[in-house]
């Protein structure tokens, strides 16, 4: 397992060892010893897997005071994900990293309690697994608007096909109710 460490130092680029011959391949996705070796350390709790069609932009999703940390990966497919640090007080506040996700470089994105993750599908279709540490909680979610010009995300995209909440969501200095750096 290779880990690279991102721009944002709590979030890590995870890229799994594959294990191929002739008769296709195993991939480990996950080992409690070797990712807890890099602070990937709370136990997962919920899985999700979304499938979504080319051009679909899921978030930017949060959740706060119930914060969640994820580990995702794509299984099908190819996505640019984004992770924001939008922990007040933190001196990474509204910085982003993104990576692109796909089935072809099987890497893995930790995103970590306090910062806002979405992701938009570059492929025809993208199927998206997430792997929780928190249980999802309605009543604490958050969403930040995904264009927001403060955060400066280059989607590659103008218009994406968004759900009404994300759509509507407030930008990132209109929400009150954000985790504080050192908190989470």
Not at 25 to 53: I, M
Not at 123 to 152: H, M, Q
Request: glycine share 8%; proline share 7%; charged share 25%.
């Amino acid at each position: 397992m290779n880990v690279i460490v991102a721009d944002l130092p709590e979030v890590l680029i995870i890229e799994p060892k594959l294990f191929g011959d002739p008769r296709g391949f195993l991939l480990e996705t996950y080992q409690v010893v070797r990712y807890t070796d890099y602070g990937v350390c709370r136990p997962f709790v919920q899985d999700n897997l979304s499938r979504s069609d080319r051009g679909v932009l899921r978030g930017l999703h949060l959740q706060n005071p119930r914060t969640q940390g994820k580990l995702v990966s794509v299984m099908r497919g190819r996505v640019i994900d984004v992770s924001v640090d939008v922990r007040l007080g933190s001196p990474n506040f509204g910085r982003h990293v993104a990576v692109e996700l796909s089935e072809e470089n099987r890497r893995q994105l930790w995103v970590p309690r306090g910062f806002a993750h979405g992701f938009l599908v570059l492929s025809e279709t993208a199927d998206f697994l997430y792997k929780c540490d928190e249980l999802y909680s309605p009543k604490d979610e958050i969403v930040v608007r995904w264009n927001d010009p403060a955060i400066g995300i280059a989607w590659g995209m103008e218009n994406p096909f968004l759900s009404a909440r994300d759509a509507a969501a407030p930008l990132l200095s209109e929400i009150t109710n954000l985790p504080v750096y050192g908190q989470v």
